[in-house]
């Protein structure tokens, strides 16, 4: 059972451009988390998706920032006109609920963004 | 709204040491608390979950408590070993958060010397 995987691992965009993550939470997991991390900083949360919905965007720069969780395919966190204070690591994770449990959430390798 | 701090934020023992590491949190209706290790420019590995209703964890050389009264849990680390070192990250969920997120803490790097 593969785990989550992001893709790109790294990224480099120019400022100004627009910047696509993906993610794909493992097999059977409906829920999908996006986290950032700042350089020298712990995680920060950012949004917890459902399939089609978006369940609490709180964390989420109010502007050119946006994600989703399509039907089908991957999670997408999308950036657009990239700054260079967007450079960071983005992590997704997902789980197979969101109901109080006791289940984890379970963590990608990441995305590295530089914007130059 | 819940914050998380962990002390100390840096931490390098010779290998062999039995280590602690802290984390507090300001808001003691936690549903859990999680301990995860990063590497350098990997991602996070999820090392001990704990539920608001229990006291401890152990995972081999591994122990983490939990006091939800005094808002604080710790990373007991038994025989330190070079491989151990990385950055270690507590975080929690909030018992009364719709969106089940993890509120993360700063972390802690540890370096464990040969």
């Known amino acids: 059972n593969a785990g989550v995987m992001q893709n790109p691992r790294h990224l480099v965009r120019r400022r100004g451009q627009e910047a696509r993550l993906r993610c794909s939470p493992m097999?059977?997991?409906?829920?999908v988390y996006w986290y950032r991390q700042l350089p020298e900083e712990g995680l920060k949360f950012m949004v917890y998706?459902?399939?089609?919905?978006?369940?609490?965007e709180s964390g989420m720069p109010k502007e050119r920032f946006s994600a989703e969780f399509p039907k089908e395919g991957p999670s997408i966190l999308r950036i657009q006109q990239v700054v260079r204070g967007d450079s960071a690591a983005y992590f997704c994770?997902?789980?197979?609920?969101?109901?109080?449990?006791?289940?984890?959430?379970?963590f990608g390798p990441g995305t590295r963004l530089t914007v130059t | 709204k819940q914050e998380v701090t962990q002390i100390p934020a840096a931490l390098s023992v010779p290998e062999g040491e039995n280590l602690v590491l802290n984390c507090s949190f300001t808001d003691s209706a936690i549903y859990n608390l999680q301990w995860f290790r990063q590497d350098p420019g990997k991602g996070l590995t999820s090392l001990l979950l704990i539920q608001s209703s229990q006291r401890e964890q152990t995972s081999g050389r591994l122990n983490a408590s939990l006091d939800k009264s005094s808002g604080r849990s710790t990373l007991y680390i038994a025989a330190s070993q070079p491989g151990d070192s990385a950055t270690y990250l507590c975080a929690a969920r909030r018992l009364m958060d719709s969106s089940y997120k993890l509120i993360f803490g700063s972390g802690t790097r540890l370096l464990v010397r040969p």
């Open positions: 998706l459902q399939k089609e919905n978006i369940i609490d």
């Open positions: 097999k059977g997991h409906s829920h």
């Open positions: 994770a997902s789980s197979p609920q969101g109901h109080l449990s006791s289940y984890e959430q379970y």
